[in-house]
């Protein structure tokens, strides 16, 4: 049981002042404040910061710490540095990304920076990386108006007034990268971005990026520096809308248990009045093509991105899901046979599952 917790008088006198969060108005503008620092030691979620306080929670959103997406950078002196971050997700009433600026010192106080968001936008799952008195922010999921899918932003922080500026880049840089890693090299005087999620030009589709980029900090340039000879396909719906995989993972799940479950029942209907039945089994093979080959266990993967893996000939065969699409990987030189094969069965795999058409995209 989480063991209850009570906010000092300070907080609850100023709590519905800071009970919101709010942009700055200035590049940078001090928000701190009692609240939001109680919040930062004590990163709980909106309701059981009402609970408190003593209040009940009736506005939306509230400002909160408890956040996905939001980087965290050591500094040399054992401050760190929290920027950006979401709460949730859409779905939620407390969702809201941030574009704020969060120091923690090592004697524990705290600063709280915001910013105008044309200086600097809401921002989460960017990197953020440090280089002398400056932190680079590339990239970042964002709210989906305030992307532009066919370049990644560059942000940087001065450490020494908390200022920020975006950095133009030259070059080729990556379309719309996020989740990614960022390195600094001090050598070459290179930050060096791998993995995450980039959208593909042709498709317009997020997809696992493949490819290495490097920013040149001198020259502000970005260049493709390498990309892995992979084979990779889409599966896609032929009507061009979401799939019902999540549905179909709920019904099958629910086969394999002992416990009713309302919400499977209600899927089953819904696909029964629209005259498909849900094959439980074919849903647990999708990931077994009619070829030899081992299965890896989920807990071995290293992605950024979650996925099934199978070895096919000593070759890494990978699957991501979601709502759109399924990405095929192929990790490896496989015969034009196999690669065939494994493009029809999952044709044939998903169509049959959702009881629709797919087509297969080739990247």
Known sequence: MKSKITAPEAVCAQFEEWRAPRRGKSNPE????????WLVDNPVWPLRAHQAVGAPQKNYPTWCFSRYGQS???????????I???HEDSYDPDFYIYNDVVVVRPDTSVE?????????????FHSA?????????????RYPEDR???????????????????TPTQGNPPCWLYKHKAMFDPDAGKIICTEGVSTHQQTQMDVENLTTWEFALQTRSCVEKDTKP????????????CNTLWQISVIAKASRSLRQSSLAEKYLRNFEERGHTVDPELYFSRFRPPIPHVKIDRNADQHTVRSHRILVDGVVVRYVENCWQIVVTVEGDLSSEKLELLKRHGLDTYSRLEGARYKCLIL
Not at 30 to 37: A, E, G, M, S
Not at 148 to 163: E, I
Request: proline fraction near 5%.
């Open 30 to 37: 001090n928000q701190t404040n009692d609240v939001w620092r």
């Open 72 to 82: 965290e950078t050591c500094l040399p002196n054992g401050s760190v540095v929290y």
């Open 84 to 86: 950006g971050g979401e």
């Open 112 to 124: 709280i920076f915001g910013y105008p968001t044309d200086v600097f936008p809401p921002t989460d």
């Open 129 to 141: 990386t440090l280089v002398d008195q400056s932190i680079y922010i590339i990239g970042g999921l």
């Open 148 to 166: 532009d899918y066919r370049n990644t932003l560059v942000y940087r922080l001065d450490l020494t007034d908390f200022s920020i500026r975006l």
């Open 230 to 241: 992979y084979r990779r396909w889409l599966l896609v719906r032929n009507d061009g809308s």
